[in-house]
């Protein structure tokens, strides 16, 4: 690798090698963050988003995966203009998921697996999976859970949490009806057999704290419904003295506790089965034949039912622009962003499927996509510069760099792993990683916003901006209203590649809103298209009072070979604030192929 810092002092000198700045180019465009430049603003993006139709808090300790709810209030705190849905569309189509459990205690050919998980004063807490009592609907074993309650007041519990291997029942739920049977075996006043459903996290509303929404179906008390706290919405029903099956419709139920949120905006993210007991009573409970029942087709429901959330949610969030993609999850994952979306219709494999991580089967996906007119997003693309440079970045437009913990390790790697892309003339527009699934902590996390320079919040325009790599990545908290661009002959050129017979071009580079001792580093990087598999690059760092007024510094970018310039801001703690994408510049005999949203004429 090759990466030397150059001072300002010998930028201004003649020859620093790959690049100089220079003087005399002409009046700068005036730029105001949130205003318009060049029939351009720069619009605030989240483009890796997760919700009620993805995996959530599925994992043994729960806790709830985002609504939509939640994320647009993220959203609305962080002060980003749109929020690209993109759930795992697997998970849309409940591809390959369970449509039961037979408690027979193995991993059921579907990777399920059984977590016991004790809650509050329990004691002689067991479970086993037994031949004698089972349902007489269905043949095996079942599960027997039995646990004591040692306090007085106290409800204690004992569950089995099933857990559905790669989250293989979590998935929205408005179109789930579940059937299970159960047979009490010891309850009374105070001991109850109980199936809880964990679905999504909200935001505190309608006068409720924030939190996870969660039903419980009790088995051994008089029918009822009541709400336990403000969260927990408890279905009781009388025991029969023998098997009998429990109805779930969790999104009737959601409505009938909740009725001012939207029941649809949730997910079935956990399910446990166990007992509950107090003041030194037993309960002890047998569970047998799980049916969930789905209605959706594999491609269309789940598009339908987002984008009528997408619709009613937009009424309360109306500064918000709201667009559909996903996360394509059964290659290499992948985002999709198209005016009009489409989930691919994965053929059968069966229950439980796994991902072909092959280079051939992204590769076939992404033209899939892009033969109905989308943009592809390498999502956390591998550290492994060789494989990138050699599949071409599986034919990507996009690829994500900053990770959600800012300044990180594999920020930094996916950084050096962007250079060697652009070094090799992989046009890659860089974004940043938000792929949140929680919905919570927006405001204290290191993320960055992937902002582009549009005429509009629409998609067609967005969908322009991002292929024409008119895009520049912020820090959504510590540099929210700060802004990058790159011009050439007074032209937008960030992510742009001009070929020409000059040998420099002018680039005027413009930083706006830095704060108080921030400075720009300039990065310079060899573009020789060779295959090389590390970066090639200089490093020349500009005070913040360069860019002063929102002027533009001037910096001369000499071509050689082919060069690259892109520009990083850094915090005086070094905290980085932002990044833009890279302009190219490459002899005009070169005969790589460049997208046509990526073509730059010089005019002189």
Not at 255 to 266: G, K, N, Q
Not at 323 to 331: D, H, I, K, Y
Not at 478 to 486: E, F, S
Not at 524 to 535: K, L, M, P, Q
Request: proline share 4%.
């Amino acid at each position: 690798m090759v990466e030397r810092e150059v001072s300002r002092r010998a930028v201004l000198g003649a020859g620093v090698g790959v690049a100089a700045a220079v003087g005399g180019l002409g009046s700068p465009a005036v730029a105001r963050r949130g205003g318009e430049r060049l029939g351009r603003v720069p619009v605030s993006m989240s483009m890796h988003t997760h919700s009620s139709f993805s995996e959530g808090g599925s994992w043994a300790d729960g806790g709830g995966g985002a609504s939509m709810l939640a994320q647009l209030e993220q959203a609305k705190q962080t002060g980003t203009d749109v929020v690209w849905w993109t759930d795992h569309d697997w998970r849309m189509e409940a591809y390959g998921y369970y449509d039961g459990i037979r408690f027979d205690g193995t991993d059921e050919g579907q990777q399920l697996a059984w977590v016991p998980q004790n809650e509050g004063p329990v004691t002689d807490a067991r479970h086993a999976f037994v031949d004698e009592p089972h349902s007489p609907d269905e043949p095996g074993k079942a599960l027997r859970v039995t646990a004591t309650g040692t306090s007085a007041a106290e409800w204690g519990a004992a569950w089995l949490f099933a857990d559905g291997g790669n989250s293989f029942y979590t998935t929205n739920l408005t179109d789930t009806t579940l059937f299970v049977d159960v047979l009490a075996e010891r309850i009374g006043p105070d001991a109850e057999v109980v199936v809880q459903l964990e679905t999504s996290y909200r935001p505190a509303t309608a006068g409720r704290p924030a939190g996870v929404y969660v039903l419980e179906y009790r088995v051994g008390g008089q029918a009822s419904r009541t709400l336990r706290g403000e969260l927990t919405g408890v279905v009781t029903v009388p025991a029969t003295g023998g098997w009998q099956t429990l109805k779930i419709r969790p999104r009737k139920d959601i409505h009938t506790f909740w009725p001012e949120i939207m029941a649809e905006d949730s997910a079935l993210a956990r399910l446990r089965f166990g007992v509950r007991a107090r003041n030194n009573a037993t309960g002890q409970g047998v569970f047998d034949h799980l049916r969930i029942k789905r209605t959706r087709d594999q491609t269309r429901w789940a598009v339908r039912e987002q984008r009528d959330l997408m619709k009613r949610l937009g009424r309360r969030y109306r500064g918000i622009t709201q667009l559909l993609g996903s996360e394509v999850s059964m290659v290499r994952h992948l985002n999709v962003y198209m005016e009009h979306f489409e989930l691919f219709p994965y053929a059968d494999r069966g229950v439980a499927p796994v991902l072909d991580d092959s280079v051939a089967a992204a590769r076939e996906m992404v033209r899939w996509y892009h033969q109905r007119g989308a943009l592809v997003q390498y999502n956390h693309p591998p550290i492994d510069a060789a494989e990138l440079v050699a599949s071409r970045a599986l034919g990507c437009d996009l690829m994500e760099t900053v990770d959600p913990g800012g300044v990180s390790t594999i920020t930094r790697q996916r950084l050096d792993l962007f250079d060697v892309a652009a070094r090799n003339a992989l046009f890659l527009t860089a974004t940043s990683r938000n792929d949140d699934h929680a919905g919570r902590d927006w405001t204290t996390k290191d993320l960055f916003q992937t902002s582009a320079w549009s005429r509009s919040r629409r998609a067609r325009d967005l969908i322009a901006a991002l292929a024409a790599g008119h895009v520049f990545l912020n820090h959504q908290r510590l540099w929210r209203d700060g802004a990058l661009d790159l011009l050439v002959d007074g032209r937008r050129a960030m992510g742009q590649v001009i070929r020409t017979d000059a040998a420099y071009a002018p680039v005027e580079i413009f930083a706006d809103h830095l704060p108080v001792g921030a400075r720009v580093d300039v990065v310079v990087g060899v573009c020789d298209r060779g295959g090389a598999t590390s970066r090639s690059i200089e490093r020349q760092p500009f005070p913040a009072t360069a860019f002063a007024g929102g002027e533009a510094l001037p910096f001369r970018l000499d071509r050689a070979s082919g060069r690259y310039l892109r520009v990083e801001a850094y915090a005086a703690d070094e905290t980085p604030l932002g990044f833009s994408n890279p302009v190219w510049l490459l002899p005009d005999d070169d005969t790589i192929e460049v997208p046509n949203a990526r073509r730059f004429e010089l005019r002189h």
